[in-house]
Structure formats: C-alpha cells, structure tokens
C-alpha cells in the first residue's frame, strides 16, 4: 500500500498549499505559504488558481480565500490516506527495529525467541505457540506481566473491528432516564470495550450496573481499539453523535448507530 498523494510531487505540494489557507483563511499571505513549504511566491500563486478552479476554495476577488466544503473533504481524505500509510509503516517496517511490550502467557527468559499474537487489542507472548510472528525477549518475564520483545519479524493482520454508537438523549430531553435501558443493556454486554460520552451516558451506564472502560476521550479511544482489533461500545449523547460518526468515515472505519431515546418525549 502506498498513499496516492506521495506519488504526484504535486499534489502533495497542493495538499499543503490548501492545508496552510485552511489554517490561515481568510487573509491568505502567497509569501508566507511560500516561505512555509519551500516553494516560490509564483507557484504559490499558480497553484491557487488550480485549487479555485476545482472548486477546493473560494475568493471574494480581494485576494481572500476560504476552503470549501469539498475542499475540507479532499485535505481529510488525503490526510486520513496519509495518516493509514504511516500506520502501516509503524506496523510492518519499524516493528523489526523497535521494541515492543507484550504479556507473558507463560514464564519467559532473557533472549528466548517467542511467538506473538493479539487478543483483545493487547499483545501476548508464549514460546509455543507458532503464530507466525516471532521476536526475542530482552528480559526475563513471569506469567502474566509485561515483557519486551524486539526483532520482531511476519507480519501481523488485523482486522479493523466495528464500533455500536448508542445514542442518547441530553437531559433536557430526559437524559438517562429517558433512555431505553432494555435495548442498552445486552449491546454493552456484547462488547469487550465499552466507552462513555457525557455525563447522560455515564449515567445510563450506571442505571445497568455497567462501569465504562473510558469516558474522557472515549472517541479516540473506540477508534484505537478498533485499529487493534477490539470491537466496542460507545454510549454517547445526541449532539456528540455527528463528530463521532465524522471521524469514523474519516478513518474507513465501520459503525452501526442505534437511536435509545425513548419515543414520545416532548
């Protein structure tokens, strides 16, 4: 996999004009974008006549320019295409040369080679079990703590899991108390990861005798435990949903929403 944008010098010089008048808009300065990114003033200026042209960004004829939503689009597809790009450098190439920590399934010693797998979006150890991913243990490592493992040399696959976002009411349409509990309850149940947005959602949590895994930065949080494999739960309040539901379609990655307001409330 490579990113599409790194093989056109161009675009990519493109992706970071429009980044900078995003950044900077509306009083855009050619100079500044051009001293910023290491191209001259005039193909500054060219390029935001190609960017104008494909409707990224719009001028009032003052020399002002904003991005347009498809502008916003186009610097989020690219970015999010960059940003798995470098995922998969981290994974498959820096992974020979780093160290990384796992859980010992059984007692380990210093520069033993042992396998690796992923359960649970957490990395475990055992000198057995042949996953086809193997490295060497810098350290001694009891059963059931953390250990180092570098070399580490196959490839690793995991598959991108699906995040349930849960919605509810914010209190001023009855917050937890006004939130199907019955239908809540055997979703969370379900998932090995749970995540809370709001304190409504806190809440609702508690009303069924569930404790959230996390709450502060529970968004970003679901998201990585999707990249690691874990499928999860995230019980997040009515005006939060549409951020969420952006960044997932940012990121490729899939989601189903259920609605647990209650019906007929005022």
Not at 39 to 53: D, F, G, N
Not at 204 to 214: E, F, H, M, S, Y
Request: include cysteine; charge should be neutral; aromatic fraction near 6%.
């Amino acid at each position: 996999m490579n990113a599409k944008i790194l093989q056109s010098k161009s675009e990519m010089t493109k992706f970071q004009v429009l980044t900078e008048i995003a950044a900077h808009q509306p009083n855009v300065r050619q100079k500044e974008i051009a001293t910023k990114i290491g191209i001259t003033p005039q193909a500054v200026s060219e390029y935001i006549k190609e960017l104008t042209a494909e409707g990224l960004i719009h001028s009032d004829g003052r020399v002002r320019y904003k991005i347009t939503k498809d502008g916003v689009e186009w610097v989020l597809d690219n970015a999010s295409e960059l940003k798995r790009y470098s995922q998969l450098v981290m994974e498959d190439i820096i992974s020979h040369v780093s160290t990384w920590t796992a859980i010992c399934d059984e007692a380990i010693r210093k520069d033993e080679k042992v396998f690796i797998e992923m359960r649970k979006g957490l990395l475990y150890a055992n000198r057995t079990k042949d996953t086809g991913i193997y490295g060497t243990a810098i350290m001694n490592g009891e059963r059931g703590f953390d250990i180092g493992v570098t070399d580490l040399k196959g490839y690793m696959h995991v598959d991108t899991e699906s995040i349930t976002i849960c919605k509810i009411p914010r209190i001023k349409r009855g917050g937890s108390s006004f939130t199907n509990l019955d239908r809540l309850k055997p979703i969370v149940e379900s998932k090995p990861y749970i995540g809370a947005v709001g304190t409504e959602a806190l809440m609702a949590l508690k009303r069924i005798g569930i404790t959230p895994d996390v709450m502060f930065g529970a968004s970003e949080s679901v998201i990585q435990a999707a990249y690691h494999g874990l499928a999860s739960v995230v019980v997040i309040v009515e005006d939060e949903v549409s951020y969420l539901m952006t960044r997932l379609e940012n990121e490729s990655i899939p989601y189903e929403i259920m609605d647990l307001s209650k019906t007929g409330m005022k």
